[in-house]
């Protein structure tokens, strides 16, 4: 199946900092992307749609201030949490659309962020 | 998307079938039931899909009844490796949208 990264795998940083995290497809294009985040012991909760040369669509309840959401091509979407603090920490995961595999959905390994 | 309902926890002993039930009595004619798997701090691993025929691969079977209300995932040989939470999703495909993932069940393979 299509393959998808994620970057970097886990992030430590402090409270008040920005971080990027960074998702992409490998080997196929696409448009969409979405991301995910799930607390400890609990189920994987959708937090936007990605789409490429747009704006990102926000589930309700999450600040899209604060979740940055970037599109910029067809391989590559970002996810910045700006002003990270410890209520932010989470395994964040990310998911990637292939037009070309019946719409199916490929999902990256995650990135644990840990704001301190 | 319909919603379904898993049990929250099974155990099953190293070599045996492990069959983990999903209820999803609101499941509408052109959705699709999905199986997905995630092993500890690892990204969903898709298993296998189905409309309503019976549909086997080289990770498990599905089995979905008549009525398309409930299916049932089949690991036919469980090993250690199969520990993980199992996902049941509901999902019109082919239009690429979103899953909403439910609490899922946790199996535990027993040696």
């Known amino acids: 199946g299509a393959v998808v990264s994620q970057h970097p795998s886990r992030v430590i940083c402090k409270s008040g900092t920005s971080v990027k995290i960074e998702c992409r497809s490998l080997?196929?294009?696409?448009?969409?992307m979405f991301w995910y985040r799930q607390f400890p012991k609990k189920s994987l909760m959708l937090m936007a749609t990605s789409n490429e040369g747009s704006k990102a669509t926000y589930e309700q309840g999450v600040e899209k201030d604060k979740f940055l959401i970037n599109h910029a091509s067809l391989t590559l979407s970002t996810l910045t949490v700006t002003s990270a603090h410890p209520e932010d920490s989470s395994f964040y995961i990310c998911s990637a659309r292939d037009y070309n595999s019946y719409n199916e959905q490929f999902f990256g390994p995650g990135t644990r962020l840990t704001v301190l | 998307d319909a919603k379904t309902t898993q049990p929250p926890s099974m155990d099953c002993a190293e070599g045996r079938a492990a069959n983990l039930p999903c209820n999803h009595s609101t499941i509408s004619g052109n959705e699709y039931v999905y199986w997905y798997r995630q092993i500890h701090s690892q990204g969903p691993q898709y298993i296998i899909h189905?409309?309503?025929n019976n549909e086997t691969n080289e990770m498990a079977s599905l089995i979905i009844t008549e009525d398309r209300k409930s299916s049932t995932l089949i690991l036919p040989h469980a090993t250690l490796r199969d520990t993980a939470v199992y996902y049941c999703?509901?999902?019109?495909?082919?239009?690429?949208?979103?899953?909403?993932f439910g609490t899922g069940t946790s199996l535990t393979v027993i040696p």
């Open positions: 080997d196929f294009q696409a448009t969409t």
């Open positions: 189905g409309l309503k």
């Open positions: 999703i509901v999902r019109v495909a082919n239009t690429g949208n979103q899953f909403y």
